[in-house]
């Protein structure tokens, strides 16, 4: 963490400068300083990208709300923030991995990231009509059904005489 910091601090990185709200109710102003912090979380967020899915991602993000107010409000040893933790461990036991980031002028940028868990597979990500896992006749199916609600609406619409483009 230490030769973080030195390699944050030299590059700019990891500054903020922020109007928060306290617990109490009022709005303060602080600078803070993190570089290596910062970019421990760039690297993180990079892993999380190959090996975490799109669903858990998601949460992750939701959950990181709740438990950075529980953290700023000085709920460290409540229930809640202990089975935020457990949960947060348990999506993260296969992210690992190696990340090269570049550093200038305030600026972490992803230079490249592996994993032994990455679910990035350039076979299927390619989208090609030779690979047996993923057909493009497979999307027809949640299509219609994501699309259902907007059609529903849609003959709702019509019914009422409501025009939908505005």
């Not at 803070?32 to 799109?54: F, H, M, N, S, V």
């Not at 076979?123 to 259902?148: P, Q, V």
Request: with cysteine.
């Amino acid at each position: 963490m230490e030769k973080l910091n030195e390699l944050g601090g030299a590059n700019g990185i990891g500054i903020a400068d922020i109007v928060e709200d306290r617990l109490v109710g009022m709005k303060s102003r602080g600078v803070y300083e993190t570089p290596g912090g910062t970019i421990l979380y760039a690297a993180l967020q990079e892993l999380e990208y190959l090996c975490l899915d799109r669903d858990t991602q998601s949460f992750k993000r939701q959950a990181a709300i709740k438990f950075s107010e529980l953290v700023y409000d000085g709920k460290w040893y409540t229930p809640l923030r202990k089975a935020l933790s457990a949960m947060v461990d348990s999506m993260e036991e296969t992210v690992t991995g190696e990340v090269r980031l570049k550093l200038y002028k305030g600026n972490v940028t992803p230079a490249g990231a592996k994993s032994p868990y990455s679910l990035y597979n350039e076979d299927i990500a390619s989208f090609g009509d030779s690979h047996e896992l993923y057909s493009h006749k497979d999307s027809e199916g949640f299509i219609n059904l994501f699309g259902l609600p907007l059609k529903v609406r849609a003959m709702m619409n019509r019914a009422n005489g409501i025009d939908e483009i505005k």
